[in-house]
């Protein structure tokens, strides 16, 4: 059953335009990511947020900014597209403990195209 | 370089029989966790382990964070088990890393 939910799923548009990637969870866990799917399908972490505090940055363009208004949701900005943006973006939720992450849940995926 | 290895990235398995799957660590992580992508795309955890052995069904995953690696055992495979598995570890608290994955082909 989802719990994990992402919005849009599909969106197109053009180079130079604004996208916003929204996610919500309702696991009640502390941790939220966003991870970046290529065209080889590699898994990559883009940011993580621990209690709306942006925890892991992992030298993403600075087009990209993520937004959390409380540790339930997690959204995913990116201010002018580039070609190589297109991807399908992940979001995951995790309950984090004794420090390690926990279990990871995921979203369906937003996938993005760059025209 | 790659801190997750996974291997093999392709494997063809006829129905009834099994394999291994393998993730390598270049460094020591706390924990692994193994996904299978479903047939909409979503990533469903089959695993997380911080140490030792677990079981589910035809599917067995171990982890040995001392010698830096996790396996996924399959048996009995099942034409439904074919698709693409993920192995991905904990490097600390807030950061999972995934291998490239490995598509699995169940043949009948």
């Known amino acids: 059953e989802t719990a994990v939910f992402q919005t849009p799923n599909y969106h197109v548009t053009q180079v130079g335009n604004e996208v916003s990637f929204n996610c919500k969870q309702t696991?009640?866990?502390?941790?939220m990511y966003w991870y970046k799917q290529d065209s080889k399908k590699l898994l990559k972490i883009m940011f993580s947020?621990?209690?709306?505090?942006?925890?892991v940055n992992e030298t993403v363009p600075r087009r990209f900014s993520p937004q959390s208004s409380d540790k339930a949701h997690l959204n995913l900005r990116i201010k002018s597209v580039e070609p190589e943006d297109s991807a399908v973006y992940l979001c995951?939720?995790?309950?984090?403990?004794?420090?390690?992450?926990?279990?990871?849940?995921f979203g369906e995926g937003s996938k993005l195209t760059v025209l | 370089g790659d801190q997750v290895e996974q291997s093999p990235s392709a494997l063809s398995l006829h129905e009834g029989t099994g394999s291994a799957l393998r993730c390598n660590f270049t460094?020591?992580?706390?924990?692994v966790q193994w996904f299978r992508k479903n047939s909409r795309g979503s990533l469903i955890n089959l695993f997380y382990?911080?140490?030792g052995t677990k079981e589910n069904g035809r599917l067995k995953s171990a982890f040995d964070s001392k010698e830096r690696y996790s396996t996924l055992h399959i048996r009995d495979a099942q034409l439904e088990d074919s698709g693409t598995y993920f192995c991905?570890?904990?490097?600390?608290?807030?950061?999972?890393?995934f291998g490239k994955g490995t598509h699995l082909h169940v043949l009948p």
């Open positions: 991905a570890a904990d490097t600390n608290a807030y950061k999972v890393i």
């Open positions: 947020y621990n209690n709306k505090q942006l925890i």
């Open positions: 995951a939720s995790s309950p984090n403990w004794g420090g390690n992450t926990g279990q990871l849940y």
């Open positions: 696991l009640g866990h502390d941790t």
């Open positions: 382990l911080a140490s």
């Open positions: 460094t020591t992580m706390r924990a």
